[in-house]
Structure formats: structure tokens, C-alpha cells
């Protein structure tokens, strides 16, 4: 079997207007000071800490992943996945335009950790990954996003 290779940005890019920096400035600050009044000076400083992470990579820009199949398994980065480590394996395509789903790998793995990886790739190589999968013997179930990512995408994340 030959290695077939593709990469894709880590996430995809959000476009946040100032506002969007300001309501997460606000939430924090007040949140904050709240947990400080009710003296509760070690989740205040927790607050804090947060509202300056999700600042940090709100204004980072993504990387770009390489990801590869070949006869040892799926490589993502540096990591390898071996065959006998997948589960199941899913390729969402969004066929018609309502749904308008990016074509996305999923893999659910034996990690116990985040089991489940959601990787993006092209719609021109989605038959040739299912045609690896499923001549490796791996089983093909349907899998979905979580709804914690749904969510997380219209608050703007």
C-alpha cells in the first residue's frame, strides 16, 4: 500500500471583532470581582487566569497539521495511531447544501483520553481513506461532532 498524505489547518480560523474581546474583557472582570467580594480570592484568580488563556488563543492563529496513512497506521504530527488501535472510523461529507458539513475523518481510537478525533480532509480523497479503512479491516460506524462543540462554535470559540 502506498502512504497517502494530506494536511489541514489545526482549527479553523474565527474572525472576532473587537466587541467579541471586550464582552470576554467584561465577563471576566465582573466574574471576577464577584468571586472576590464572595471571597473566594482562589477562583477569582482561576477566572482570571482563564479569561487570559481563551484571550491567548483566541488572537493565535492556527497551525498547519500533516497527516498521513501508510502501513503502520494513521500519523498525525508525529504521533502514530497503529491499525490495531482504531476502533471505528467515519467520513462525514455534506452531499447536499443544506447541511454544508466539511468533508471530516472520524477515528474513534483506544486512547481513554478524547477518544474520538475529528480530522479534516479533502473530498477527493475520502473514497481513497474509506477503501484503507475498510480494507484494514477497520469497522465503520457513524459518528458526529459532540454538541460541547457546537456550542462551542456559535459562542464563537
Not at 502506498?2 to 466574574?31: C, H, M, P
Not at 471576577?32 to 481563551?54: D, M, P, R, T
Not at 462525514?92 to 481510537?109: A, C, H, V, Y
Request: net charge negative; proline share 4%; no cysteine.
Amino acid at each position: 500500500m502506498e502512504k497517502l498524505q494530506w494536511s489541514a489547518l489545526e482549527y479553523e480560523e474565527k474572525d472576532r471583532n473587537n466587541d467579541w474581546f471586550w464582552a470576554l474583557g467584561i465577563i471576566v472582570v465582573t466574574s471576577s470581582v464577584a468571586a472576590i467580594i464572595y471571597e473566594n480570592y482562589f477562583f477569582a484568580a482561576l477566572l482570571f487566569l482563564s479569561g487570559i488563556l481563551l484571550w491567548f488563543f483566541a488572537i493565535k492563529k492556527p497551525d498547519m497539521v500533516s497527516y498521513e496513512l501508510n502501513n503502520q497506521g494513521l500519523k498525525i504530527r508525529t504521533t502514530l495511531y497503529p491499525y490495531e488501535n482504531i476502533k471505528s472510523f467515519w467520513i462525514q461529507i455534506g452531499e447536499d447544501e443544506e447541511t454544508k458539513l466539511p468533508p471530516t475523518l472520524f477515528i474513534n481510537s483506544e486512547r481513554f483520553f478524547m477518544p474520538i478525533l475529528s480530522i479534516p480532509i479533502e473530498y477527493d480523497i475520502a473514497h481513497d481513506i474509506h477503501s484503507i479503512m475498510v480494507s484494514r479491516n477497520i469497522m465503520e460506524e457513524e459518528m458526529r461532532d459532540h454538541l460541547s462543540i457546537k456550542v462551542m462554535e456559535f459562542l464563537g470559540f
